[in-house]
């Protein structure tokens, strides 16, 4: 059993951080690719970030420049650091890895339940 379990999120004021964590936790052999997913009221599921084994990191447009994604290999664990927040980035937050349970396993995709942003003042 693999679980993403997500933490960090809450209520901020425009221009506000916040730090967003994501632990992997089960029978885990490796972890690959490690991203983070938004999604708003009424909107579609959209890609924020994504951070490879070696920390190679890519960025949606919007949020380059004030979102930093980084990981814990050891923790099996990946984060959000949200600087200057706006409203538009208000959403629930998923964590989403690439994971073997085995050396011989394939590649799992995981997604973890979410965790609420609110942006307001």
């Known amino acids: 059993q693999v679980q993403l379990v997500e933490s960090g999120g809450g209520l901020v004021q425009p221009g506000g951080s916040l730090r967003l964590s994501c632990a992997a936790s089960?029978?885990?052999?490796?972890?690959?690719?490690m991203r983070w997913y938004r999604q708003a009221p009424g909107k579609e599921r959209e890609w924020v970030a994504e951070i490879t084994r070696d920390s190679k990191t890519l960025y949606e447009l919007s949020v380059r420049g004030r979102f930093t994604i980084s990981r814990d290999n050891a923790k099996n664990t990946v984060y959000l650091q949200m600087d200057t927040l706006k409203p538009e980035d208000a959403a629930v937050y998923y964590c989403?890895?690439?994971?073997?349970?085995?050396?011989?396993?394939?590649?799992?995709?995981?997604w973890g339940q979410g965790t609420q942003v609110t942006v307001s003042s």
């Open positions: 089960g029978s885990i052999f490796s972890v690959n690719i």
């Open positions: 989403n890895a690439d994971l073997k349970r085995s050396q011989t396993d394939r590649l799992i995709n995981y």
